[in-house]
């Protein structure tokens, strides 16, 4: 084996085919031949070339219609208006419709089709699309394109060939991370009549969409724009099936919309339906927001159930001691009537020394504590805290009527006592309650002189306190500050 000259490099492709193949076979075909006209190319390199015209891309607009920048092309023709360049390019894009709704830039030229076509040639489109809707609507491209023919349904005959088409796939679409924003446009754009469909469908798989992370969304949208019997159709089924929603990381939303309502039927009738359930749907993480819920908008009566078995001694020990249903217990407390309240703080007191020690322990004690407000009389105002006794001003009289007096009595952080309270001879009203008119209007004075000898807050820092004084950098002539530095 002889060394190869310098320049040249070693073949190490073999002389010879093998025996097996003739001499005089010819090569394959290329793999990727050009699809694009040498016109179309010259598009490549200068995407707006001055007076271009469409003519150059007959053949192969679909094509173009895949680039970046011949979307932008073809769309901008498509704004001008000329209807015969808008048919030649509808022509040639609309058998590729489901091809090109589904592109990143093909979708936007069938978006602005939609919009500048004639009435005719947008029902040969729409025809089109619903024929592949439930592969367009589940691309995230594809779901704004079909978006946009909704948005584009001008006649009966548009709107009934797309929901005979969306009929056939309804929860499919509504579980669909993208095909669901279809069936939400169609929620707002159709009116009653036609979107009714839409809640036959959800109506009769109500768990599998309520439970699911996008059907979930969906059922409140169609709460949100639905006619009144629609709402309550779908109200109905919810409230049938509460039992198991509210148990679900998704469908106890569905259920606390429902409730949002605020339709006292469809309230009691859930509530009902959780009487025999509450601690066990308290100690759940998702229905304790649940129940939460009904407790603060329900009437008295409709939550007098739910608050006679939380009071039960077998089942308040354990929701006091859980870390969920204890806020069920403190809303009931912070919403509960006068007889309400004494009625849970009689069942709460012998189980306060078990959740003492706790942080909703501590919670639910101080709710316990609070004392309601005594009625006031004609010309008094309520006591802040009567059961402390005493109190007064902090320290600056208060503008009252003159039959009337403030009376607040408040208390430090640190358990003093804020306000010296009034005196009036010998009797100190600290002890005795609210002070008359007459002791308060004596003791304005010795008020005034005790504010006025008051010292101002910064006078009264310690006087021996250091004075902050910034080092001052001295500047040696010749000398840059970073060399002294």
């Known amino acids: 084996m002889t060394a190869s000259s310098p320049g040249t490099s070693l073949n190490t492709t073999p002389s010879t085919l093998p025996s097996s193949a003739p001499m005089d076979s010819k090569p394959p075909p290329a793999l990727n031949p050009p699809?694009?006209?040498?016109?179309?190319?010259?598009?490549?390199?200068?995407?707006?070339p001055p007076g271009q015209r469409l003519d150059t891309f007959v053949g192969h607009i679909g094509l173009v219609a895949k680039d970046q920048h011949g979307c932008r092309f073809l769309q901008k023709l498509c704004e001008e208006g000329n209807q015969r360049e808008i048919a030649i390019i509808f022509d040639e894009v609309v058998p590729l419709t489901g091809e090109l709704m589904v592109d990143p830039f093909g979708n936007y030229l069938m978006q602005r089709l939609c919009?500048?076509?004639?009435?005719?040639?947008?029902?040969?489109?729409i025809q089109k699309v619903t024929g592949e809707i439930p592969g367009v609507s589940a691309n995230m491209h594809g779901t704004r394109a079909v978006q946009k023919v909704v948005d584009h349904l001008r006649t009966p005959q548009h709107v009934a060939i797309m929901r005979d088409a969306l009929s056939k796939h309804t929860v499919t679409m509504v579980k669909d991370l993208n095909g669901n924003h279809v069936i939400q446009k169609c929620l707002q754009k159709f009116d009653s009549a036609n979107k009714q469909f839409i809640y036959d469908a959800v109506t009769k798989q109500l768990q599998d969409v309520a439970m699911h992370r996008h059907g979930c969304c969906v059922l409140q949208r169609c709460i949100d724009f639905g006619a009144p019997e629609q709402k309550m159709q779908l109200a109905t089924e919810v409230v049938?099936?509460?039992?198991?929603l509210v148990q679900d990381p998704y469908g106890n939303y569905v259920v606390q919309y429902v409730l949002d309502m605020d339709v006292p039927v469809i309230t009691k009738k859930m509530i009902s339906n959780f009487c025999g359930s509450l601690c066990d749907l308290a100690m759940n993480k998702f229905s304790s927001n649940v129940i939460e819920k009904c407790i603060k908008l329900a009437t008295p009566d409709a939550r007098?159930?739910?608050?006679?078995e939380l009071c039960d001694p077998t089942v308040l020990p354990r929701m006091l001691q859980d870390q969920f249903a204890n806020y069920v217990v403190?809303?009931?407390?912070?919403?509960?009537?006068?007889?309400?309240?004494?009625?849970?703080?009689?069942?709460?007191?012998?189980?306060?020394?078990?959740?003492r020690n706790t942080p909703h322990g501590k919670r639910i004690e101080m709710k316990i504590n609070r004392k309601p407000e005594p009625p006031t009389s004609p010309g008094t105002m309520p006591?802040?805290?009567?059961?402390?006794?005493g109190g007064g001003s902090r320290g600056s009289p208060l503008?009252?009527?003159?039959?009337?007096i403030q009376y607040i009595a408040e208390k430090d952080p640190r358990g003093e006592k804020r306000g010296a309270g009034y005196t009036q001879g010998n009797q100190n009203w600290n002890s005795s309650g609210p002070p008359p008119v007459s002791a308060y209007n004596n003791n304005i004075p010795n008020i005034v002189a005790h504010q006025q000898a008051r010292p101002p807050r910064r006078q009264r820092l310690r006087a021996d306190a250091p004075a902050y004084a910034p080092r001052k950098l001295e500047l040696h002539a010749g000398v840059p500050p970073t060399a002294q530095w």
Do not use: W
């Not at 179309?40 to 707006?48: A, E, F, G, I, R």
């Not at 049938?240 to 198991?244: H, M, S, V």
């Not at 509960?336 to 306060?352: G, K």
């Open 399 to 404: 503008s009252a009527p003159s039959n009337t």
């Open 304 to 308: 007098a159930p739910l608050l006679d």
């Open 383 to 389: 006591l802040k805290n009567p059961s402390r006794g």
């Open 115 to 125: 919009e500048y076509c004639s009435e005719t040639q947008r029902t040969v489109l």
């Open 35 to 48: 699809l694009l006209s040498p016109s179309v190319l010259d598009l490549n390199k200068n995407p707006y």
């Open 240 to 244: 049938a099936n509460a039992l198991i």
């Open 330 to 355: 403190q809303t009931a407390l912070t919403k509960a009537t006068p007889h309400e309240f004494n009625m849970l703080c009689h069942a709460i007191r012998p189980f306060l020394h078990v959740i």
